[in-house]
């Protein structure tokens, strides 16, 4: 009698944690109810990637919470970036915004495109992608131009007529002076 209670037990569990596993895999990705370990890198259901932010309180706590911003991610939807990834990639799952400057340090731009991180983490390199090409840099190019010096081959990129010019005009200098503002 005991074995088939614990049987029952067993089954019932079993049943549960498969139908918890579904749901989680088949739910949607809204970004407000993601924690800060797992915000950074997720795209939300909708497409949209999430952003973990710091708010201090006046109490000099610090609280984290993660929003959707107006970022779209190309073809990835409901996706929380996987820890091997993240440290594939030399990410930090509790950085704040992300810079371009990151591309120009050797030792970010060499994780980056080593093959661990570059075939294998689609969501990573699409949102480097994109801001690479916010910079007027391919980021296949500087990937390749890595293997001598990171920097070298982003300013190599940079200086090879794959940017877009800038403005074909001068700026205009009118000659007046700022106007004070009254008191």
């Known amino acids: ?3 088939n209670y614990s049987l ?3 089954a019932v569990l079993a ?4 139908a918890f596993c579904l749901q ?14 797992t915000c950074s890198y997720a795209v939300s259901s909708t497409g949209k990637r999430c952003v973990l932010e710091k708010h201090v309180k006046r109490s000099g ?18 996706c929380i970036e996987t820890d091997q990834c993240v440290k594939a990639c030399g990410l930090d799952r509790k950085s704040f915004g992300i810079s371009s400057d990151s591309l120009l340090e050797s030792r970010f731009t060499e994780m980056l495109c080593s093959p661990q991180c570059y075939n294998s983490c689609p ?3 699409d949102l480097h992608f994109n801001l690479a090409a ?11 131009a890595q293997g001598a010096n990171a920097r ?9 007529g794959l940017v877009a010019p800038g403005p074909t005009s001068g700026v205009k200098f009118l000659g007046v002076a700022p106007v004070m503002a009254p008191f």
Do not use: W
């Open 152 to 160: 070298r081959g982003m300013a190599e990129i940079k200086s090879s």
């Open 24 to 37: 989680a895999a088949l739910g949607e990705i809204t970004c407000e109810h993601l924690d800060q370990d």
């Open 61 to 78: 706590e610090e609280e984290y919470t993660c929003r959707t911003s107006e970022i779209e991610a190309d073809k990835i939807k409901n």
């Open 1 to 3: 009698m005991a074995s």
């Open 134 to 144: 916010g910079e007027g840099v391919f980021l296949p190019k500087l990937c390749e």
């Open 123 to 125: 969501n990573v390199i």
């Open 8 to 10: 029952k037990t067993l």
């Open 15 to 18: 049943i549960a944690l498969f």
